[in-house]
């Protein structure tokens, strides 16, 4: 894809880039501490024309992650907020405070190697692109976590080459849908003019969020496999549960699709998405659903389903059990209603400041009709959508 670049920095600034931009690198971290010296002695040891401060925003840690960089990195500026304010949160605030050109994200359990940013910086300063993202590997060097970011048509994100050996086929170099938040870099002023990470998502898919909105936007975003990192793969999220990681992945694509589609795109994709989501809910539930089918009791009821009746009418067995990570689908849909209609006044600001259309971001999606669930009573419904909602077409016409 090549479109012309938008909002051009300033003179001084853009001399700044192609010398030596002030970068800072800012770590988030929250009960990170076992991880926070690999990452730093690594982004330490960079190679790099460019002035950097390294930052780590500490998100009300408990663990004394605080008092070991005082004591062991000195030279790095701390940021210690009262609370976990997730991901996102965290990166803003950092932002708000730098005073750099250029703003660089790394989760805390990552090493960089050491042309790491000085490969990030390059298209910022030739202007072929105002942010980047790194080829991030798994911690051994062995396999793909993120060869550049993709999407599929209801906004599940896709990290190209995830799981695959490394090789050759991932070390070329292009536009990305999104840049990794764990991995990238970008010029503060687009990160600000463009609203940065949304708060609200707190952890997952706020950098999905944020690359696609810079392309409606009419920025750019790429991918530089020059940039190598190395990650110990979910160390922080495995922390939490399950249930409520699952939570965040099944809300906030919905949240994205409603703020970055265009009009005519969004009413065709919110319906097929909120019934895919559905399906997945119940696949999960693992529900026994014979016991809700009426036209298995038998003229009236017998056996186990006129017990099951008989039960229910006393109060006695009005509660199924129902697994963690199915409720979190639910919660999800709930927060997904509370929050519409901010989504739709954010759509509406970000609408009206489009810069690309539609058909031109396509062609990043990747797999835009991936299908997330295997059954293929779901692959058939999402086939189904896709063609009687005429979403099909919109991906045929990029």
Not at 44 to 58: I, K, S, T
Not at 81 to 105: H, I, K, Q, S
Not at 158 to 163: E, N, P, Q, S, T
Not at 280 to 308: H, K, N, Q, V
């Amino acid at each position: 894809m090549s479109v012309a670049p938008l909002d051009a920095p300033p003179p001084e600034e853009l001399e700044r880039l192609q010398g030596r931009p002030r970068v800072s690198v800012i770590v988030p971290n929250y009960n990170g501490r076992h991880h926070l010296a690999t990452c730093l002695e690594s982004l330490a040891a960079q190679r790099a024309e460019a002035e950097v401060e390294l930052c780590v925003v500490d998100n009300g840690s408990t663990d004394g992650s605080s008092a070991f960089l005082e004591q062991r990195f000195p030279a790095v500026r701390v940021m210690r907020l009262p609370t976990n304010l997730g991901f996102a949160g965290a990166c803003n605030a950092a932002v708000r405070e730098a005073r750099a050109e250029v703003v660089a994200f790394v989760n805390n359990d990552m090493r960089v190697e050491k042309g790491w940013l000085e490969h990030l910086l390059a298209p910022l300063r030739d202007g072929s692109a105002e942010a980047s993202t790194s080829r991030i590997v798994d911690w051994e060097g062995r396999s793909i976590d993120f060869a550049g970011g993709g999407m599929n048509f209801h906004g599940i994100g896709i990290a190209r080459g995830h799981g695959e050996p490394d090789g050759p086929q991932h070390l070329v170099a292009g536009p990305s849908l999104f840049a990794c938040g764990g991995s990238m870099a970008i010029r503060r002023d687009v990160f600000l003019a463009a609203g940065g990470f949304d708060e609200e998502f707190f952890a997952y898919y706020e950098d999905v969020d944020l690359g696609w909105r810079l392309w409606v936007l009419g920025y750019r975003v790429r991918y530089e496999p020059a940039s190598l990192t190395y990650h110990h793969l979910s160390a922080t999220s495995r922390t939490f549960g399950y249930e409520r990681v699952r939570l965040l992945q099944v809300r906030n694509p919905l949240f994205a699709l409603v703020k970055n589609y265009g009009e005519r795109a969004f009413l065709r994709v919110l319906p097929a998405a909120l019934l895919l989501t559905t399906q997945r809910t119940f696949y999960m539930a693992r529900l026994p659903i014979e016991a809700f089918r009426i036209e298995l009791a038998e003229g009236g009821g017998s056996g186990r389903f006129r017990e099951l009746l008989r039960k229910a009418r006393e109060g006695l067995e009005d509660r199924l059990a129902i697994s963690k990570v199915a409720l979190a689908d639910l919660v999800a849909l709930h927060d997904f209603g509370l929050h519409l209609p901010r989504l739709l006044r954010e759509r509406a600001a970000i609408q009206a400041r489009r810069r690309r259309e539609d058909r031109e971001i396509f062609r990043l999606f990747h797999d835009p009709f991936w299908a997330v669930e295997p059954p293929p009573e779901y692959q058939d419904l999402q086939r189904l959508l896709c063609d009687e909602l005429g979403i099909r077409e919109l991906f045929e016409e990029s």
